[in-house]
């Protein structure tokens, strides 16, 4: 019984609409002609039988006496009720007295003129209702139709939707659309329903965005303070000494010497502002290679970049001959940007890995050296701009982590048996 009212309920609002209808109308027919039948019926009694009549006898006796008779009688019938024109006398004689007998017949009236002013109106509203119960009864389908087909189909998604669009205009995406119908408003509500979790996807996407933001910005800012109180400082004690005449040609030139170095470090935070700005904005330019073919490529450029540093890569090629959309110039930059990081902390070799199990190309750069410090890892999924204890900003992370997200893609962080490991992902 559930599988049959589930199986209804899943009807498209076409074929719902058209079998409710139908069964409506049947339901219309079948009271139609029961209530039709009961008054042609129920008319058929009320007006006389059109085979009866009325028989009239008028007796006129010797001694002059006359009398009358009537009897109703139907055609074809028993005509026993009818007197016999023979009279007898107490010793059974027959006496022959009657000097005239006269017969009548009268056919009843089978009109509705001729029945009482009851029964007329009894009449006339039988035939008022043989026409208008059809029509009413159709109309009341119509409506109980409608509103059974709202209530079944419409009301509970309508209101779905109602309250959904209220939240959304609230901005309010924490909620979620259930409606259990395999029809045209089920799917119109699962369609909502996708819609609103890629709403909420993009607003969490914008929001880590907008969060990104603001980290590399509280970061830029406060590592921008160390450079400016060292300017400060030593511009305050520069003044002090020649004030005095206490300042010697060698520690001035320290002093300038370090002021330079301040200034160069405030120059590249100031870049890399500037360059990570100009990234978000770039658009890709994808272009068909082979993957094996551009890995191949790829791999001896970064090698000679390694081999002038002292250190070996190996590159392990795992893609076939298969065509790939990929931004070749960013897939370039990513893992120059990477090679040149690992390069820095390797120790003698760096293990460079392609993979493509699917639609993603998978690249990881794996060296030797001492791993990743706990607070990069801990700010991994974070654009920020972290110095390491020789100054360095680690920019080419970020510029890296960007790149791979405009290319449908992610960076991992993580620390291996060997040392610290990068796994990009792009979208080919």
Known sequence: MEALKKKWSDLPLKRFLMLTVLFSVGIVVVLSALIIGGCVAFRHWLLPNPNQVYLTMEETFANGN????????EIGGDLSAVPSLEMYDNDGEILNNIKETKYSIQKIETGADSLTPKRKLAYKLCGIIMFAAPTILAFAAIFLCSIYFYRRKLRQPLHLLADATKQIAKQNLDFEITYDCKDEMGNLCHS?????MELCENNKEMWNMLEERRLLQASVAHDLRNPIAIIKGYTEYLEAGLEHGEMSKEKTRHIVHNLGESAERLGQYTESVRLLNQLEEMQLARKTVTAAKFAED?????ELLAEKKGITLHAA???PDK????DTTVLYRILENLVNNAIRYAKKEIQLDFSLPDTMLFVSVTDDGGGFTPEILNAKKKTMLIADKDGHLGIGLSISRLLCRKHGGDMELSNTEKGACVKISLLV
């Not at 790829?298 to 970064?302: C, K, N, Q, V």
């Not at 065509?323 to 990929?326: A, F, H, L, P």
């Open 298 to 302: 790829i791999s001896e450029d970064l």
């Open 192 to 196: 909502f329903e996708d819609m609103r």
């Open 66 to 73: 006359v009398t009358v008779s009537s009897y109703l009688l």
């Open 317 to 319: 090629n795992h893609l």
């Open 323 to 326: 065509e790939i959309q990929v």
